[in-house]
């Protein structure tokens, strides 16, 4: 859509005014309105006296923060996934990933006595690394190396795998059913920055490094001949590749439990802006993914107020008529 | 001597092999001692003379309530669920022909579930718990038509039905896990000890609900059968041969739905089971359909039977939901099968 650097780079100055509004909107809006120059009051002189300021600080703003984090890194890490598999299907949700998190954060909290949040976010963490590494064995099984089908059925093999055996956790042990419920659905709601700060410095190196292979990517997509012939060593760059997206969506997963289909819906919108040039397709799919979880966010607040619907399930409404859609399209590859 | 006995009825007749029904019987044999075991085995032990003095009705009162309120009812209905899903998966691979198929990888189960927790969240209380395998069927049945509708673009592609399934069953999964996150926590610890697939607390008001079905739609399987065979061959070859492809395939599709939303109704999300029966039948007994259904349907009980068993007496005090089982045999099962295929 935007064929020259230029009109990519207003474009993404555009999405920039688009996410701050998002930004805003998160914050100002919910059970309890908050105008604008209360919110801006907070920033400026700071009253602990005054309710609102203190939702907007300890609830509202770690929350927007989390969302555009993980915003972030679930579209990166889809971009990153899609292109190093070349399946348009490919993303965290699809594959599984979050399910082994949720896995071992189930088996963890039935058999050790785990205290800290902080340790959970490591044993999900642990979960989601382990379950990538082996879906994407068992997807590259064979002679053909990894095709898009193999990959989505031993996703969803792997999936219910987990999924069945953490209901069997749960089931025998139902002290905290709900609340383990609440996070595996995918919240970012009563998330406190101390939880973000253990993975944050990983996510953004993660980030960074994206960025800094991302021509590599290119050259990639291209064949692995070519890039090759090139000077790109493949091999390092697929093995640096999966372990950005262990870093990127195991991250997240640990933060907000499972947000899906961020990875899958937004590289999509950022190739429709931007192509395949990888050296625009990360930022533009990092602003987009953090600007459609805050709005996801904002209106999982609204649907059963007082109640919130967890943004799991939003992110889940919003993605599967896109996966059906692509599914339809057919799965050819990138 | 033939290899072969000839069933015959007016217009309807069918062939099976003698070697077939040798393995159909053995796999009988086995359900029984399942069956017998199943009795026996728990907390209280209930010697053999005693179980088959109470099945002919002879039995002394100090075995009665455990034979036949607690044990009796739940391993009958484990094996009816068992070859309700073992049917329904030989149809589904059958028609939509592709190994992978089975009412729970491509969304049926979902649909079942997501209809059933609705029933136990909204309606709980205020209607009849009776009408709950209706609600079931109704959820199964909608989405199975949903799933269909959304793969067809010219035909219906089996990668497409599939991926679409897979797609389908993650939405309705969501909303499932969303309605229990948001009902009261009783209600909730209810909805998701039948969402796992738990057989514990059957009746034989349970069995008496889901023998009919089971009977007749296997029946109608089995008449349905040799339809499958000829499907097999491919729409073109199927439709010089006569065969109206698309009515028997709607018919065969609906049955096998039918089967399973019935199935998921009484015992929850039993995973598996529906993808694995037909796999171990076809080995035994190869792939047609006159020997496949009712190999399926006997597989298919003695994995649910079994599973129920060792999750009621392997880990007492707690009872662990039969699903858990079928999934641990499954899932690798399934991994197995796209190894197996990983060629093609």
């Known amino acids: 859509m935007f064929e020259n650097n230029r009109k990519k780079l207003i474009g993404f100055l555009a999405c920039l005014l688009l996410f701050m509004i998002s930004f805003v909107a998160s914050i100002v809006f919910g059970a309890t309105k908050i105008s604008f120059s209360e919110a801006y009051h907070t920033f400026v002189h700071y009253d602990e006296e005054n309710l609102q300021h203190v939702i907007v600080l300890t609830t509202r703003l770690p929350r927007a923060i989390i969302a555009t984090v993980i915003g972030c890194c679930l579209a990166i890490a889809g971009v990153l996934m899609q292109a190093i598999t070349r399946n348009p299907l490919a993303s965290p949700s699809i594959l599984g990933i979050n399910t082994g998190a949720v896995f071992f954060v189930v088996l963890a909290s039935t058999f050790l006595s785990l205290t800290s949040m902080v340790q959970y976010m490591w044993v999900a963490f642990f979960g989601a690394a382990l379950s990538t590494f082996f879906v994407y064995f068992l997807g590259s099984i064979g002679r053909d190396g990894i095709t898009p089908i193999k990959l989505i059925l031993a996703g969803s093999a792997i999936s219910a795998l987990f999924l069945s055996s953490t209901q069997g956790l749960l089931v025998l042990n139902q002290k905290g059913l709900q609340e383990v419920l609440f996070w595996l659905t995918g919240s970012v709601s009563g998330r406190t920055l101390e939880m973000l700060f253990p993975v944050l410095p990983y996510m953004i190196v993660a980030v960074a490094v994206a960025l800094f292979i991302s021509k590599d990517i290119n050259l990639m997509l291209s064949g692995d001949d070519v890039a090759k012939s090139l000077g790109v060593k493949t091999g390092v760059i697929k093995l640096v590749i999966g372990i950005l997206v262990i870093f990127l969506a195991g991250g997240s997963v640990a933060v907000a439990g499972t947000v899906g289909f961020i990875g899958l819906i937004i590289p999509h919108i950022g190739r429709y802006f931007v192509g395949s040039d990888h050296r625009w397709l990360i930022p533009y799919s990092a602003i987009l993914g953090a600007i459609l979880v805050l709005l996801a966010d904002v209106l999982a607040r609204f649907i059963i107020m007082p109640s919130e619907v967890p943004i799991g399930v939003m992110t889940a409404i919003i993605g599967v008529p896109f996966f059906i859609y692509i599914a339809r399209k057919g799965v050819l590859s990138l | ?344």
């Open chain 2, 1 to 344: 001597m033939s290899k072969f006995i000839t069933v015959r009825k007016g217009n309807f007749s069918f062939l099976i092999e003698k070697k077939n029904l040798r393995v159909m019987s053995v796999l009988f044999v086995s359900l029984l001692i399942t069956l017998i075991l199943s009795i026996g085995i728990g907390s209280t032990l209930v010697p053999l003379s005693e179980i088959i003095q109470t099945l002919f009705g002879q039995g002394s009162k100090q075995y009665d309530f455990i034979i036949l309120s607690l044990r009796l009812p739940r391993v009958l209905v484990a094996i009816l669920i068992g070859a309700a899903l073992g049917v329904s998966g030989a149809i589904l691979q059958g028609v939509i022909r592709n190994p992978l198929a089975s009412p729970d990888i491509i969304g049926i189960t979902n649909g079942a579930a997501f209809a059933a927790t609705a029933f136990i969240v909204y309606l709980g209380g205020s209607v009849s718990i009776k009408l709950l395998p209706l609600a079931a069927i109704i959820g199964a049945i909608t989405v199975s038509v949903l799933i269909y509708l959304l793969a067809w673009k010219k035909g219906v592609s089996p990668f497409r039905l599939v991926l679409i399934g897979i797609g389908m069953a993650t939405a309705m999964g969501s909303l499932t896990t969303f309605m229990i996150v948001v009902t009261n926590a009783y209600t909730a610890a209810e909805a998701y000890v039948w969402l796992t697939g738990s057989i514990y607390a059957a009746s034989m008001q349970k069995f008496y609900v889901l023998l009919p079905f089971v009977l007749v739609f296997v029946i109608l399987a089995l008449v349905l059968s040799r339809n499958v065979s000829v499907q097999e061959l491919g729409d073109d070859v199927a439709t010089s041969l006569g065969s109206r492809v698309q009515l028997q395939r709607f018919l065969l599709v609906f049955i096998s739905v039918i089967l399973a939303g019935a199935a998921v109704a009484i015992g929850g999300a039993i995973g598996f089971v529906g993808l694995i029966a037909p796999h171990i039948s076809r080995k035994m007994v190869g792939a047609s359909f006159g020997s496949l259904i009712p190999t399926a349907a006997l597989v298919g009980a003695l994995l649910v039977a079994l599973a129920d068993l060792i999750g009621r007496t392997a880990f007492q005090p707690y009872d662990v939901p039969a699903g858990i089982f079928t999934a641990a045999i499954g899932a690798p099962f399934f991994i197995y099968l796209i190894y197996r295929n990983r060629n093609k």
